[in-house]
Nanobody
Framework: QVQLVESGGGLVQPGGSLRLSCAAS????????MGWYRQAPGKERELVAS???????NYADSVKGRFTISRDNAKNTVYLQLNSLKPEDTAVYYC????????????????WGQGTQVTVSS
């Protein structure tokens, strides 16, 4: 089994910054793409950013230039640096990881964190 544990959410004023972390643990052989989604009240979950095992990144247009995704493969951890935060960034942020576990052959399964609340408000 694999667990993803997020941390770093909270309340911040507009223009402020936060850093989210998500650490994967368990029966992990390798991890492929990792990333972050978010879901605001009354809205669908949307992709914020993703990063491949080789470091290629992808961002939603709404966060380009403000958010930065990175990962530490040795720690099985993905980070999301949130800068210049806006009220519309308020949401629950979920991390995910495509994980190849021991005994699963070549298959990768997606695992999700429990979510961390980010609130941007003055």
């Amino acid at each position: 089994q694999v667990q993803l544990v997020e941390s770093g959410g909270g309340l911040v004023q507009p223009g402020g910054s936060l850093r989210l972390s998500c650490a994967a643990s368990g029966s992990i052989f390798s991890i492929g793409t990792m990333g972050w989604y978010r879901q605001a009240p009354g809205k669908e979950r949307e992709l914020v950013a993703s990063i491949t095992a080789w470091g290629s990144t992808n961002y939603a247009d709404s966060v380009k230039g403000r958010f930065t995704i990175s990962r530490d493969n040795a720690k099985n951890t993905v980070y999301l640096q949130l800068n210049s935060l806006k009220p519309e960034d308020t949401a629950v942020y979920y991390c995910y990881a495509a994980v190849n576990t021991y005994g699963s052959g070549r298959y990768y399964n997606d695992y999700w964190g429990q979510g961390t609340q980010v609130t941007v408000s003055s």
